[in-house]
Nanobody, 120 residues
Framework: VQLQASGGGLVQAGGSLRLSCAAS????????IAWFRQAPGKEREFVSRITRMQNTYYRDSVKGRFAISRNNLRKTVDLQMNSLKPEDTAVYYC???????????????WGQGTQVTVSS
């Protein structure tokens, strides 16, 4: 599975962005897709994931603000981010895994990352 993340940018606090992860490969529908993020000087952390059965999971700090969705026909996973805060500033990565879960080590396939910057 090859992944391409897009949609990042600069936005003011309270604004919105929509990230998209486009995948290639015949087995996309059998993979869980997750978004992780990494801020400068910090470890990469789980943000959200969607299973092949469309179950969704979020880290506590983004619940109610972010929404993940997938389209298996288009082979895309989107992350709608609303009410953005400066602490959401990071490089966001999408990743794919048959196993799923919230740990980076579970994901063998990664996109290149897209920068999200939220100004105060």
């Amino acid at each position: 599975v090859q992944l391409q993340a897009s949609g990042g940018g600069l936005v003011q606090a309270g604004g919105s962005l929509r990230l998209s992860c486009a995948a290639s490969g015949r087995t996309f529908s059998s993979h869980a897709i997750a978004w992780f993020r990494q801020a400068p000087g910090k470890e990469r952390e789980f943000v959200s994931r969607i299973t092949r059965m469309q179950n969704t999971y979020y880290r506590d700090s983004v619940k109610g603000r972010f929404a993940i969705s997938r389209n298996n026909l288009r082979k895309t996973v989107d992350l709608q981010m609303n009410s953005l805060k400066p602490e959401d500033t990071a490089v966001y990565y999408c990743a794919a895994s048959v196993a799923g879960g919230n740990m980076t080590g579970n994901y063998p396939y990664w996109g290149q990352g897209t920068q999200v910057t939220v100004s105060s």
